[in-house]
């Protein structure tokens, strides 16, 4: 069983920057793909960004240039750089994990643990 823990979110301004963390509670989720996934109220839940066990990548289009995502595996931790940010960005944002590839963002369905998630709100 991995437990992740999210972090970092907040309220910001338009144009600023946030940086999310994931703590994980088991050195085996660096094996597979972890993700960031987000959901803004009365939307569906969309992926955001995923990276694999050897550190590929992929990005939503709508966050491409702004966000990064990026792991430390000493510490066991998923990282979301967002900048740039726009009101748009607003949501709950959750982290995922999953084991094997991660196949580009992924699919909600396809990964078997979440975080409880962390509120990110931009304004204008």
């Known amino acids: 069983q991995v437990q992740l823990v999210e972090s970092g979110g907040g309220s910001v301004q338009a144009g600023e920057s946030l940086r999310l963390s994931c703590a994980a509670s088991?050195?085996?989720?660096?094996?597979?793909?972890m993700g960031w996934f987000r959901q803004a109220p009365g939307k569906e839940r969309e992926g955001v960004a995923t990276?694999?066990?050897?550190?590929?990548?992929s990005y939503a289009d709508s966050v491409k240039g702004r966000f990064t995502i990026s792991k430390d595996n000493t510490k066991n931790t998923l990282y979301l750089q967002m900048n740039s940010l726009k009101p748009e960005d607003t949501a709950m944002y959750y982290c995922?994990?999953?084991?094997?590839?991660?196949?580009?963002?992924?699919?909600?369905?396809?990964?078997?643990?979440w975080g409880q998630g962390t509120q990110v709100t931009v304004s204008s």
């Open positions: 995922a994990a999953k084991g094997g590839s991660c196949y580009g963002i992924g699919r909600e369905p396809d990964f078997a643990y």
């Open positions: 990276i694999d066990s050897g550190g590929t990548t």
């Open positions: 088991k050195s085996s989720y660096s094996s597979g793909c």
